[in-house]
């Protein structure tokens, strides 16, 4: 049975989202009308099961939707799916035994917005390491102290999941998943003022001292866990999925303006013209090849299917590849869409600005290419 997309984005909901976007990117603040829709409707727990209050579906049903959110609002859809990737870790996990993330299910059918809190400034190993301090308290919990970067949601979230480094047996260092909840102990800065993808008001998070709400996982530094896999496949398949929604956006609204554009030397519109449909065949080409790869990628999460070692590499390499592609439709989008596409009342300069942000989610260009040679070729000598 087909995926019905507009069950959980009915078409006049994307029409509002579509249309609020240019003023929430020229105000540079979060779109809390967009917030608010997407709530009543249901759409932040799409990946909480039923039997805790959500829709049930899977990941790739869900990267569908990203995909169709993203035409609307890019920003929007980037930001909500830093909420889907925490809802997806939770579902991720279950699916293969493991059950630590309930209350991230509950609370999201409940009305609470996660947020992720992973990012740090110059910290190349990402889900491997943290710069964050993360201090064991009395009763169990922890207390969390350091700088998070790129924290989507920031004006709304009500609990942030972050990870921090437990050095206190020096011997047996840890890294600690866990949430926080919103206290004085979180200092949000007003720091978010970005060439694109301004709605996501992603700012620097503040910890001092912040203790945790719920402690999902104790890692021990250097060994792998689901935990880490389920964030990984969740934020690389859902980015993948926004990155593409924005290439389609980027076709439609180009294959519009050459339907009205007309040219003096002819008299016919620039959809006749041989070099614009070979520019518009270039887009099509470009984004029809990511959509298969999406759907795959995550039904094989969905599925649980054992890719052993190349399981990151794939990962990586869809996220690099969605938005590789964004980039060159929209590239193509701007030139044939000629020199209005320059001037700010455009939709594809804000699509060209947003586009731009996908270079610097993990895994970058440079992420992505050294774990597909690991997982071809090995670890280089040293």
């Known amino acids: 049975m087909t995926f019905d997309a507009e069950a959980f984005l009915p078409d006049d909901l994307i029409a509002r989202i579509r249309e609020r976007a240019p003023r929430i990117d020229a105000e540079n603040r979060f779109p809390d009308e967009d917030l608010a829709e997407l709530k009543a409707a249901g759409y932040l727990k799409i990946l909480v099961p039923t039997d805790r209050g959500g829709a049930g579906l899977s990941l790739e049903q869900a990267a569908v939707l990203q995909q169709r959110l993203a035409t609307a609002a890019p920003a929007t859809a980037l930001a909500i799916n830093m909420h889907l990737?925490?809802?997806?870790?939770?579902?991720?996990?279950?699916?293969?035994?493991?059950?630590?993330?309930?209350?991230?299910?509950?609370?999201?059918?409940?009305?609470?917005?996660?947020?992720?809190?992973?990012?740090?400034?110059?910290?190349?190993?990402?889900?491997?390491?943290?710069?964050?301090?993360?201090?064991?308290?009395?009763?169990?919990?922890?207390?969390?102290?350091?700088?998070?970067?790129?924290?989507?949601?920031?004006?709304?979230?009500?609990?942030?999941?972050?990870?921090?480094?437990?050095?206190?047996?020096?011997?047996?260092?840890?890294?600690?998943?866990?949430?926080?909840?919103?206290?004085n102990a979180v200092v949000t800065r007003d720091d978010w003022d970005t060439m694109g993808m301004r709605g996501t008001q992603s700012r620097t998070t503040e910890l001092h001292g912040a203790v945790s709400r719920h402690v999902a996982r104790v890692v021990p530094l250097g060994q792998p866990d689901p935990i880490m896999f389920g964030i990984f496949a969740a934020f690389e398949i859902l980015l993948a999925s926004v990155y593409t929604g924005i290439a389609r956006r980027a076709i439609d609204v180009a294959v519009e303006t050459v339907g009205k554009r007309r040219s003096k030397k002819s008299g016919k519109t620039y959809a006749n013209d041989a070099d614009i449909r070979w520019r518009i065949a270039e887009m099509g080409l470009a984004y029809d090849a990511l959509l298969p790869q999406i759907a795959m990628i995550a039904r094989d999460v969905d599925e649980q299917v054992d890719h052993g070692g190349l399981w990151f590499a794939k990962l990586s390499g869809v996220k690099h590849r969605a938005v590789v592609m964004a980039k060159q439709v929209v590239d193509e989008a701007m030139l044939t869409g000629g020199g209005s596409s320059y001037f700010s009342r455009s939709e594809l300069q804000r699509l060209y600005r947003d586009v731009l942000a996908g270079m610097f989610h993990p895994s970058d260009p440079e992420s992505a290419h050294a774990t597909m040679a690991t997982a071809w070729l090995g670890a280089p000598e040293e």
């Open 85 to 183: 990737v925490w809802t997806g870790v939770a579902k991720i996990m279950l699916d293969r035994g493991f059950d630590e993330l309930a209350f991230v299910q509950e609370g999201a059918a409940n009305g609470e917005v996660f947020a992720f809190g992973i990012s740090e400034a110059g910290n190349d190993l990402v889900l491997g390491g943290s710069d964050t301090v993360a201090t064991p308290t009395a009763d169990g919990a922890y207390s969390f102290t350091g700088i998070k970067i790129f924290t989507s949601l920031a004006p709304v979230w009500t609990q942030l999941g972050l990870h921090g480094l437990d050095t206190t047996d020096p011997e047996n260092p840890r890294l600690v998943y866990a949430f926080i909840d919103r206290t």
